[in-house]
Each structure stands twice: as structure tokens, then as C-alpha cells.
């Protein structure tokens, strides 16, 4: 299938011009693949150079990533070093210097991995129209409406708050059988406001609330960790795929969520 | 639909080719322009054999749109020798048989040219995560990673001296 490709300089040009026949061309490692294959999608690729989507910045508490900010970006910035263990996970160096925050959110299963962290730090989409949408329900209608995210502002944490745990049969750049995002603030010894959400477990990423409910308000200690892996994979249907069965992802989720919780829990 | 020029610098010397919409870098290196030493392996970014710089970062040519290095840096193993002198990363492969078929060698080599330039003294785990984006079928990586270290040990001597 044979491809026409538009540049605009801004992302309002690139906005306005976006259809239902428009694929966009971020950091080209989902895209190109799938133009190199035949298969784009689409008849016309658009892609922006538009500088404010590779602005990293601070705001009222939360930090704003562009949707043009590389993995390698996240992982060089001290101020996002909570983030870059998640993204040091995605694929290769040469991955990374060119796959972005924007390309991941719309990355199909079981590619994802960044997005199920920010997800699961009450992640908010910033529209190119300038609406924001929280990531749960971009995530859950990217298909249906997508639109053209600008940046995505997420919440600062404090030390040690949040977890991010990968697994992949190949390490250190395997794709992922399942990855987990766990963002967990207490006062007084007792988790309040837990986030925990799941990438490859589902199509998309999700927040996963029965476990969320088991850790709000607990201690985490040995008996909340374990409500939390009984409700592990309460009301998902992993999905089937060459690195795994459904069945094997139902069976070894609780158990990585039990060592991520653990992690935590020091 | 039409071609579209593009100019840009390929190992330190100005280019200019006419490509294909959505044609990738790696098929205008190799076809528009010449330069062979970057391979195609699997053209979806898991082999790593298309490996280049650009603007000093490592990117896979098959999954870069070509247009979009207009104006821009590109480095392939073509432009690593000087003149007859082979870059000390090239002399470590050929010397300690880290290179069997070959293939691929020419990401291997961008890879750990990139790793050098920003870790002069890698440990041995810094250049297995710098090539953990390449694969190779022949060595079974350790004759790699031991090039890697050698040259990187005789480019710090040759500063130092």
C-alpha cells in the first residue's frame, strides 16, 4: 500500500488536518513497521517537528511531558528519574532514542509499557484542542477516538511511591508478557489514593480497581498484600498472543503483583 | 505520487537524493544513495542490523522516514574509518573474531560507537545493555563485548597518550 506523507509545522496544522484516513507518524517504531510491511493503515502518514512537544516541564505539582519526548529523553532528565527505570525497559538504545511518550500511548498490545505507568500516575492527556482527558478513558477509547495529544501531565511522586515491575521471557529488551505500574502514597503507615495499573493484561493498559480497593486505607503488610493478589485479576480476560497464553498471564499476575507490593512494602 | 528531494549530511559530506513518500532511511541509504553498510535484517526494529547515528544518536534506519533527516547528521559504519586506518572499534572486531557472517556487525559497531563516545570506560554491563537492541546469530555476543572493552581500553590510551 503506497503512502503519501504530509510535515506541518505546528501541531494546530497537524490537527486540523487529521482524518479518518490519517495515520500519525510519531517516533516511527510502530508506524514504519507497519508501512514497511504493507500494512500503514492508512493512505497518508502526518507527522509535526513542532518544538513544543519535546518541552519537558514542571507545573503546579506535576510534570508535563510533550508527546514528542523520547524514552532516552525520560531517562536522561534527574527530575524524571522515577520514570526512567520504565523507560530503560523499552526496547534497545535505538529504541529508545526515537520512541515517544505520544506513540505509546497508542501503542497496540502488548507494546504499552509507558503508558500503563503513567496510567497508573493519574496520567491526564492534554488535547491538541486543548481539552484534557485522564489517560483511563483516552486509553479505553484510542480506537474510537483518538485525537492528537500534545502532552500528557502526570503527578509528582515522593520517594519511593511508586513501582514499576516488567516481564518478558527476553531481558533486557523483550517485549512484555505483562507489566505493572504501581503508585502507592500513605499517611500514618496506610495507603490513601492507591493506583495500580496493568499493561498486556488487557487491551489497552488499565487500572485495575480491585486491587486498588484492597490496598485503600491498609496497612501494607502480609495480610492487605494478600487481598490484593486474591483480587489480582478480578474481572480481566488477558488476551492470547505469541509470548502468552490468557491463561498463563490469569496464573503468574497475582504472583508478580504479590513481589511488587512486597517491593514496596520494603 | 512523487518523489521528494532530500539533502542531508551523510558522514560528513553533503547529499542530496530524491525518495519515495514513506520511504525509510535505510532503503535511501542503500538504494538512493549507495552507502550498503547498513543491513536490512527485519525492517520492524527487533535486529538492530540497520543501526545508524543521527545527529549522534542511535536510530534503526528501516524505522526512521527518510524525510525526516532533511537537514539533519547521519552516520553509518561507511564513514567510521579514516582513510586506510580502520577505527580502533573495527580493529578490535577483526581481531578478536567478532564478526563471523557479518551482518551484524555494522549496527553492532554504530551501537558501541555510541556507547563510547558517551562512556569512554564501560563497564561490561554498560555494553551489554548498548547492544541489547542488536542481535547476532554467529558469536554468541561474548567475542563482541570483549572488542567492545578492547577498544574502548586502546581509545582511552591513545587520549591518555
Known amino acids: 500500500m503506497t503512502v503519501s506523507v504530509d510535515h506541518f509545522a505546528t501541531v494546530a496544522e497537524l490537527a486540523r488536518a487529521l482524518g479518518p484516513d490519517t495515520r500519525v507518524l510519531a517516533g516511527g517504531t510502530l508506524v514504519m513497521r507497519d508501512v514497511n510491511y504493507g500494512q500503514a493503515g492508512a493512505a497518508r502518514l502526518a507527522y509535526t517537528t513542532d518544538p513544543a512537544l519535546t518541552e519537558i516541564r514542571a507545573e503546579a505539582g506535576r510534570i508535563v511531558l510533550g508527546a514528542g519526548v523520547t524514552m532516552a529523553a525520560v531517562s536522561a532528565r534527574p527530575e524524571l528519574s522515577f520514570l526512567a527505570p520504565v523507560a530503560r525497559q523499552i526496547g534497545g538504545p535505538a529504541v529508545r532514542s526515537m520512541a515517544t511518550v505520544g506513540g505509546n500511548l497508542f501503542a497496540p498490545h502488548p507494546y504499552g509499557d509507558f503508558a500503563t505507568a503513567l496510567l497508573a500516575r493519574d496520567g491526564v492527556a492534554e488535547m491538541a484542542d486543548g481539552a484534557a482527558r485522564p489517560l483511563a478513558d483516552l486509553l479505553a477509547r484510542r480506537a474510537a477516538r483518538p485525537g492528537f495529544v500534545r502532552a500528557v501531565s502526570l503527578a509528582r511522586p515522593q520517594t519511593g511511591e511508586f513501582r514499576f515491575r516488567k516481564v518478558s521471557r527476553v531481558k533486557p529488551k523483550g517485549v512484555s508478557v505483562m507489566s505493572m505500574a504501581a503508585w502507592l502514597p500513605g499517611a500514618a503507615g496506610r495507603i490513601t489514593g492507591a493506583r495500580v495499573a496493568y499493561g498486556a493484561m488487557a487491551e489497552p493498559p488499565v487500572r485495575v480497581a480491585p486491587v486498588e480497593r484492597a490496598l485503600e486505607g491498609a496497612a501494607l503488610a502480609a495480610a492487605a498484600i494478600a487481598r490484593a493478589t486474591a483480587a489480582a485479576t478480578e474481572g480481566l480476560n488477558p488476551p492470547d498472543d505469541a509470548l502468552a497464553s490468557g491463561w498463563y498471564r490469569r496464573e503468574t499476575a497475582p504472583v508478580h503483583l504479590r513481589r511488587l507490593l512486597e517491593e514496596r512494602a520494603g | ?161
Do not use: W
Open chain 2, 1 to 161: 505520487m512523487s518523489k521528494k528531494p532530500l539533502s542531508f549530511t551523510l558522514n560528513s559530506r553533503e547529499t542530496a537524493v530524491f525518495v519515495d513518500p514513506g520511504a525509510n532511511l535505510l532503503d535511501t541509504l542503500r538504494r538512493g544513495v549507495g552507502d550498503l553498510s547498513p543491513k536490512y535484517g527485519c525492517g520492524q526494529g527487533t535486529c538492530g542490523a540497520c543501526s545508524v547515528r543521527i545527529d549522534g544518536a542511535l536510530h534503526l534506519a528501516c524505522l526512521t522516514l527518510a524525510e525526516t533527516v532533511a537537514g539533519r547528521a547521519v552516520e553509518t559504519t561507511a564513514g567510521l574509518a579514516a582513510g586506510p586506518d580502520l577505527h580502533p572499534l573495527q580493529t578490535a572486531f577483526m581481531e578478536g573474531f567478532a564478526a563471523q557472517c557479518g551482518f551484524c556487525t555494522p549496527g553492532m559497531l554504530m551501537a558501541a560507537k555510541t556507547l563510547l563516545d558517551r562512556t569512554p570506560d564501560p563497564t561490561r554491563a554498560e555494553v551489554i545493555e548498548a547492544i541489547s537492541g542488536n542481535l547476532c546469530r554467529c558469536t554468541g555476543y561474548e567475542p563482541i563485548v570483549d572488542a567492545i572493552l578492547t577498544a574502548a581500553g586502546r581509545m582511552r590510551g591513545r587520549v591518555a597518550g
